[in-house]
Every structure is written in C-alpha cells, then in structure tokens.
Nanobody, 123 residues
Framework: QVQLVESGGGLVQAGESLRLSCAAS??????MGWFRQAPGKEREFVAA????????DYADSVKGRFTISRDKAKNTVYLQMNSLKPEDTAVYYC??????????????????WGRGTQVTVSS
C-alpha cells in the first residue's frame, strides 16, 4: 500500500525549531514536498525536493529558515524548520508526485498526500 506518514509536529515557542519527517512506503517518488494550511486560509506551498535532491524550492516566506532534505535509502523527506514564527502555525502536509518530472511548488502535480501534522508556534 502506497502511503505517506508525517511526524514531528508539535507546540513550540517563537524562535525555536522543529523537524518534520515524512516516510513514504510502497513507492519511490519523483518529487516530494511540504504544504501547509492555516485555519481559515487556503493550502500553500512550503518546500519541494526532486528525487535526486538536486533541485529544491521554497516559498518566499520560509526561505533561509526552512530546509528540505531527502534520505533516498529510507524513502523519507525532512523539513527542518528554524526560527519559527507564530505565522508558521498550520497543519503541514507531506505530498509526493509519481510523474517523471519535478513537481516543484505545483500542487496539482502531487498525487499522494499525507494526513498532516499540526505545528503550533506561540509568541
């Protein structure tokens, strides 16, 4: 069964760090990414990485603070989040694309989504 399982969310104070993990099982994906959705807002792109790890993309709001990485041996993608801000509070979703192309920040190119993990940053 192909699935994505996120972990690592939680409650932290502003300025602290968290690392999210997304373990993929049953398939090796061409692209993996993170999206987030805050209450009352639409889902937005956060970060993406290609299969090789040679291509990465970030939303402007997280550049310089978040880092996406990929462990191909473990079929797992990570999102290291530093200097967290209250506006980073959201449910974070892992996504994976099966098409042989880099999906970058284009949500419709992702075929599989995780259930999400809550990140709450207090001020």
């Amino acid at each position: 069964q192909v699935q994505l399982v996120e972990s690592g969310g939680g409650l932290v104070q502003a300025g602290e760090s968290l690392r999210l993990s997304c373990a993929a099982s049953g398939y090796t994906f061409w692209s993996m990414g993170w999206f987030r959705q805050a209450p009352g807002k639409e889902r937005e792109f956060v970060a993406a990485i290609s299969w090789s790890g040679g291509s990465t993309d970030y939303a402007d709001s997280v550049k310089g603070r978040f880092t996406i990485s990929r462990d191909k041996a473990k079929n797992t993608v990570y999102l290291q989040m530093n200097s967290l801000k209250p506006e980073d509070t959201a449910v974070y979703y892992c996504a994976a694309g099966t098409a042989p192309r880099y999906a970058a920040g284009t949500a419709p190119r992702y075929d599989l989504w995780g259930r999400g993990t809550q990140v709450t940053v207090s001020s």
